[in-house]
């Protein structure tokens, strides 16, 4: 399989330097961008296989910026990468058409795993937040 | 069973005002949230970036790279609690996902950090409320839960959220300790939980007694938002 052509979409720009230096092993950074409206029109003129969208940005929320992508761009791998650990959250990032969800805290051992694996059509959820997403976090049930 | 709606009306400001006041403070809360998430945060969560990579990179002993990896773990705990605190200040979730959703993830963190086991359900909830309504409704389940976790002496209560009509109805409820309504009427809490839905135009109403818990229930007009308010 040939590299991976990836987009990166986060609002801070220190990290999209480190992102990028995250995937050089393993990918292809064709372009980075800090809103959601910049995300689509990247995506529109670029083309890539992957993007990594922090679902937190200016300009379009970032979920409603990952919808639209999916509808432009159905083959498009869509990474979430957030500093949001909710999992009503990440439940409705897979809704819009998200593959993978990881935090940006553990992007340095996951980030390119998630990317691997989302360019194996599997999803890549960050065990950071697969507990709340299965329910074990979730409140019991009352004896009322 | 007493009602509370006892408290002196001669001295509170106008509706109008008092929306004001509060919307000025949400919009410094606003501003706090954003300045935690958007600058501090992401400078931890790079700083737990870059010294992942140096314990993933380092060279040396498995006790070198652990430490490295501790304190990048550290450093993510750090930036993760703040992004907590941003949302506390000023929940974004309301704008993305609704006020369904962002109660239900409130209650979830509520059992996860304080232990209060709560049971939301809703039913018929438009999915688009202004920005306002959903924002006091929220505010209002906050202030009553965490008067149930500081004053109730249970770990249950119920909340219930519904639309009929043009009208959204809101019940929070425990089987705690309760308390004098009279007694407590001039509290901050309540004051401040009547001043904000007051100022949407909607009614709060605590039912309470010692030793019979609390039932707090607020009315919105659904309509009186896109008329009356308009002009304030």
Redesign the interface.
């Given at each position: 399989m040939s590299r991976p052509r990836v987009l990166l979409a986060d609002?801070?720009t220190?990290?999209l330097e480190?992102f990028a230096?995250?995937l050089a092993d393993e990918c292809d950074v064709v372009g980075v961008v800090s809103s959601g409206l910049a995300l689509l029109e990247a995506a529109e003129r670029l083309r890539p296989d992957v993007a990594v969208v922090d679902?937190?940005m200016p300009l379009s929320?970032g979920?409603v910026a990952v919808r639209r992508l999916k509808q432009l761009h159905p083959d498009l791998r869509i990474v979430v990468l957030t500093?949001?650990?909710?999992?009503?959250?990440a439940a409705?990032a897979f809704r819009a058409g998200a593959s993978g969800y990881l935090?940006?805290?553990?992007?340095?051992?996951e980030l390119q795993i998630a990317v691997r694996e989302t360019m194996h059509h599997r999803s890549y959820v960050t065990p950071l937040v697969t507990e709340?997403l299965v329910g074990t976090?979730?409140?019991?049930p009352?004896d009322? | 069973m007493v009602n509370d709606e006892g408290r002196p009306r001669d001295a509170a400001p106008s509706r109008a005002v008092t929306g004001r006041l509060i919307a000025a403070q949400e919009r410094e809360r606003r501003r706090i949230a954003r300045e935690l998430h958007d600058d501090i945060s992401q400078r931890l969560a790079l700083l737990a970036v870059e010294l992942e990579r140096l314990a993933l990179s380092a060279p040396g002993d498995e006790a070198f790279r652990r430490c490295w990896h501790d304190l990048s773990h550290a450093a993510g705990d750090i930036a993760t609690d703040l992004h907590r605190i941003s949302h506390s200040l000023h929940p974004a979730k309301l704008e993305t996902l609704g006020l369904v959703a962002a109660l239900d993830g409130f209650c979830q963190e509520l059992w996860c950090r304080q232990h209060l086991r709560v049971r939301f359900t809703h039913d018929n909830v438009p999915r688009a409320l202004p920005g306002d309504v959903a924002l006091c409704l929220y505010r209002i389940v906050q202030e009553a839960l965490y008067n149930v976790i500081k004053h109730s002496g249970v770990l249950d209560a119920d909340v219930h959220l519904s639309g009929a009509g043009h009208e959204l109805l809101l019940r929070i409820a425990d089987a705690g300790g309760g308390f004098a309504p009279v007694a407590a009427a001039a509290g901050v809490g309540l004051v401040s939980m009547h001043e904000r839905v007051e100022a949407i135009g909607g009614s709060l109403v605590v039912h309470a007694a010692p030793g019979r818990g609390t039932r707090i229930v607020v009315k919105v007009d659904l309509e009186l938002q896109g008329e009356d308010r308009r002009s304030e």
């Open positions: 609002a801070h220190p990290l480190v230096k995250l679902i937190e929320s979920l500093m949001n650990e909710d999992p009503n959250v409705e935090l940006k805290r553990s992007a340095a051992s709340g976090r979730r409140r019991p009352l009322l | -």
